[in-house]
């Protein structure tokens, strides 16, 4: 490997992360909601051409930008309309995100400090998994990594390239998630800028910051100035004020938290290697003054304690500080050898990462086996097997003090472990769900409508727009002109369905890992 030239080994990286992420990535079914609704937004504006208004089932979806839908639309017009289109360029932006990081990282801690960062994002399962959805944050860290880079580039290089590619970056952020694409990498560099004296005019005159704001406003201003024209500003109100500041000062779905959660949240999402993130980030202080620990200090803190005073809490708010906690880490492993890190600490932490090895396929089969919607896919638990084995090997290295071998051993025994997950059981677990189980029933059934709710999964699987009734008197009244209709619900609306006519359920089951029970009916007539 040292014998290779730098883009060799770029390539090589991006190859190897991206046949990696797009391993089954067809498999399983787009079934989890937001997979679902932003997969079929690309399709109907695919259908409709309008690539101005985003809907789902024929409905003004307001709840992200588009830049995500543009590519699925072009994945979609090139591969078909599946799950694999749907998923195929967040596979794209997770290759490139842990390339950019691993040639970032090289450049100021050094060759073996970049591979680990790269080893960091490669073996974590929630990075993985994340990469591989169809949904739009693949793109918004890729964009936020993106910009946070370029922005030190420049403080370092000064080239004028630099600084404005980083706004390039923020343009296609706005397109991608909406203000919080600029806002908070833009707080974040604030603060830096502050804390290493260098907010002054002359850096201000150098920033270019009148070119910058033209280079944001002539990417993104366009789509959001059509689009608040031909929705008469309710998708502008809906996403800057419901999915954006209401989802900051608000509990949003369920999704709160205590204040340390997104912390918890990163180190988890980075096992097996995010076990140490304590101690990365202690030693990025203890060692601040060399600047790019300080400065991805600074983005991990920044990210963290933003989403900590955020009401609506999830775990994908915090991957964005994943690459330059991934630094860190690489930065600490790589300094394993010289024994310029206490072990003790490294130790006590891998004690907990033992723990967490054995525990886990214990769980896995526990939790299956309690749900009867799945428990018949409890058996997948032997795919986590890998875990608790390097574990083992793990402690065997440590002790023999082949520290090199010792970090392998972890990550290794992840990367297999993520494999089979998403080879064997990821799929089984999550094919078992009403949507497959239904989906010959509905197959090419003219009358079909839902009552009140449905799982959005079936508009994306059956592509086609399936009408909502949303009172029982409508519902009389449609099944009088339509007595051949199926009629999809959640039997939570039982009792409502029986009194609008004569409807006998056909299928029932509970949404897998949900409360919801998907019920259809038809006429008894």
């Known amino acids: 490997m040292e014998k290779l030239n730098l883009k060799t080994k770029g390539f090589l990286l991006f190859i190897i992360s991206l046949v990696l992420l797009l391993q089954n990535l067809d498999k399983p079914m787009i079934y989890i909601l937001d997979e679902a609704k932003n997969a079929e937004c690309a399709r109907e504006m695919l259908v409709s051409g309008n690539y101005i208004m985003p809907y789902f089932n024929g409905q003004l979806r307001t709840d992200k930008p588009p830049l995500h839908y543009f590519f699925m639309a072009m994945s979609y017009k090139v591969f078909g309309v599946s799950a694999f289109s749907a998923r195929f360029f967040s596979a794209i932006f997770g290759a490139l995100t842990i390339l950019i990081s691993f040639l970032f990282c090289r450049r100021y801690l050094g060759e073996k400090a970049g591979w680990l960062t790269a080893l960091v994002l490669i073996s974590s399962l929630h990075f993985n998994f994340q990469m591989r959805m169809s949904v739009p944050d693949p793109y918004l860290i890729f964009f936020m990594t993106a910009s946070f880079m370029c922005f030190y580039n420049f403080l370092i290089d000064k080239k004028k390239f630099w600084i ?40 201000m005159r150098l920033f270019q910051i009148p070119a910058g704001i033209i280079i944001v406003l002539l990417i993104s201003l366009p789509w959001y100035w059509l689009n608040y024209l031909a929705s008469d500003g309710l998708w502008t109100e809906g996403f800057f004020f419901k999915h954006n500041l209401q989802r900051f000062s608000d509990t949003m779905e369920g999704h709160g938290g205590f204040f ?78 010289g024994m310029k890190v206490s072990m003790k600490k490294i130790k006590l932490a891998y004690v907990f990462y033992t723990i967490i090895a054995f525990v886990l396929p214990f ?29 083992v ?133």
């Not at 300080?294 to 609506?312: A, H, K, R």
């Not at 799929?427 to 009552?451: C, F, H, M, Q, T």
Request: aromatic share 16%; hydrophobic share 50%; proline share 6%.
């Open 164 to 203: 404005l590619l980083m706004y390039l970056c923020f343009g296609l952020g706005l397109l991608t998630k909406g203000p919080i694409a600029v806002a908070l990498p833009g707080l974040i560099m604030l603060t830096f800028l502050l804390w290493t004296k260098r907010l002054n005019w002359v850096w």
């Open 363 to 391: 769980v896995v089969y526990f939790v299956l086996k309690a749900d009867k919607s799945v428990q018949d896919a409890a058996g997948v638990w032997v795919w986590f097997l890998p875990l608790p084995l390097g574990a």
């Open 393 to 525: 090997f793990g402690w065997y290295f440590i002790r023999k003090n082949e520290l090199n071998k010792f970090i392998f051993s972890m990550a290794f025994s992840f990367i297999l472990s993520n494999f089979l997950f998403f080879a064997k059981a990821y799929p089984r677990v999550y094919g078992i769900n009403p949507v497959a189980g239904s989906l010959e029933l509905l197959k090419n059934k003219p009358d079909l409508v839902y009552y009140k709710m449905m799982n959005s999964a079936y508009v994306f699987n059956m592509q086609r727009l399936v009408p909502a009734i949303h009172s029982q008197d409508s519902l009389s009244l449609f099944l009088n002109e339509h007595p051949d209709v199926l009629v999809i619900s959640r039997k939570q609306f039982e009792k409502e369905l029986e009194a609008a006519g004569n409807l006998v359920p056909v299928f029932e089951q509970k949404d897998t890992f949900e409360n919801p029970v998907t019920v259809i009916y038809k006429s008894g007539r």
């Open 260 to 337: 340390l959660l997104p912390l918890i949240m990163v180190i988890a999402g980075l096992l097996p290697l995010g076990i140490f993130c304590i101690q990365a980030m202690f030693l990025a202080w203890k060692q601040r003054e060399n600047e790019i620990l300080l400065y991805s200090l600074s983005i991990v803190l920044g990210i963290i304690i933003f989403f900590s005073f955020s009401q609506t809490k999830l775990p994908n708010y915090t991957a964005p500080s994943y690459p330059f906690i991934a630094i860190l880490l690489g930065f600490l492993l790589s300094e394993l050898e």
